[in-house]
């Protein structure tokens, strides 16, 4: 290791305080989904004075979706998320005709890039972070300031601590004490900081369609600082079931049925969407990062249905998601599945034959695979090694916008960050600062080695054909 790598580790642990520091200025910026602007303006500023050359520009929601059809998705907010549901696929037009386009759309909400220019014939690097994050509803189940970044015991509290504020920063602070220290680096290193990854990722996905790309990349989520290739795909729905309303004395026509609740209908579509949950987790694989993990996850989370005790429900409606490992298949294959699941229940139910539940899309994430050995994956954790900190590859518990950079991209990317998905989205989120700190330490010995590496296209085809042997 180099004296300069050296000088900038020195860097990080004599400012660990003020990492901390950063990281709860940061936290106490709100970034809701819909609200990302003074985030990324914070971030752009970080960025101008490490001597980082920053663009800021909204998304191109056109150029997303005549680029990236099958892909791309509606903007969101949080306070109008999943309101466009979908048959098939989003379209420009169908968010065009909605009516919605005056609050699902990209303006103020910038994605933040800051480039580090290298000095040439080095490996170039994509860091890779969502600025925003998920509500903090409900308010009532936080016992400390969502966006206080209290500190307790070794851990900082607040929304996005993990998800993904941490990584985030982590990776801009790597720069940072890389620059400060004088670090020569061949390669350019990326670093972009995007809007609307939770219910979209359209952030990523506008910066791969403005053709910004890498040797490599690392898209900064929660991972406890473990390498992960590879991440599900992952879908939200709803389910409309129907009934015909009537009155108790009513429901019953010349002793026929008359009458249907909509609420009887649902364990028709649940069992039929449970089945295939089923079908799919029979699927044999003897891929090794699948061991131990179902393929296929189905999460019925919401129902609501029904006006008055006494009327029959004349609608239902289920709500949920699914995840799903790379071995199932492509997401328009499960989302086919899945419509073809609820077509049959609907046929073999006499009143939803007639009558058919109709099954929706809010979302849709592909998945991702690649080998463990990409020559990405295999630095990483050699500079890990090196550390003395774990150097295990593992799955992806989650989707996320490793996604875009794979398989829109074709960039060789790795999953890796400090915090846990177990506390994403939950009240009282929080982070192990010393992770975070740790992270950072492992980001600048890790830069170091990569950028200043001539780029092996033999060993990036020879990790290709391992993949798909």
Known sequence: MSGHVEDALKLAQEGRDESVRMLREFVRIPSLTGEEGEAQKY????????????????????????????????????????????????????????????????????????????????????????????????????????????????????????????????????????????????GDVTVESVVNEEHAGNGTLDLVCRGYSADGAIVLEPTNNEVAVSHSGGLYWQVTVPGRSRSPGARWKEGKLDGVSAIEKLPVVISALLELENSFNAIPSDDPMEKGRAAFSMVIGRVSGGHYETVTASEAVLRGGAYFSPVVGEIHEVMASMTAAVDEANQKDGFLKDNPARLEFLHHDDATRQSPQIPLAVALCHA??????????????????????????????????????????????????????????????????WCNEAPDRTLEETAKATLSA
């Open 43 to 186: 971030l752009a500023a970080i960025l101008k004075n490490a001597g980082a050359n920053v663009v800021m520009e909204e998304p191109d929601v056109a150029a997303i979706f005549e680029k990236f059809p099958h892909i791309a998705q509606y903007p969101t907010h949080w306070q109008h998320d999943l309101i466009l549901p979908y048959e098939e696929l989003p379209t420009l037009e169908g968010l065009k005709t909605s009516g919605l386009e005056t609050v699902l759309n990209y303006n103020g909400r910038p994605n933040v890039v800051g480039q580090f220019k290298g000095s040439g014939d080095g490996r170039s690097l994509i860091l890779n972070g969502h600025v925003d994050t998920v509500t903090i509803e409900p308010r009532g189940e936080w016992t400390r300031d969502p966006f206080g970044a209290e500190m307790e015991n070794g851990r900082m509290y607040g929304r996005g601590t993990s998800d993904m504020k941490g990584g985030l920063l982590a990776g801009i602070l790597a720069m940072i004490y890389l620059t400060e220290a004088g670090v020569p680096l061949r």
């Open 384 to 449: 890990l090694q090196e550390r003395d900190a774990s150097s295990n590859v593992v799955a992806g518990p989650f989707a996320c916008d490793a996604r875009h950079l794979v398989n829109q991209g074709g960039i060789p990317t790795v999953i890796f960050g400090p915090g846990t998905i177990a506390q994403a989205h939950k009240p009282d989120e929080h982070i192990e600062v010393d992770e975070f700190l740790d992270c950072i330490e492992h980001l600048i010995a890790f830069i170091a080695s």
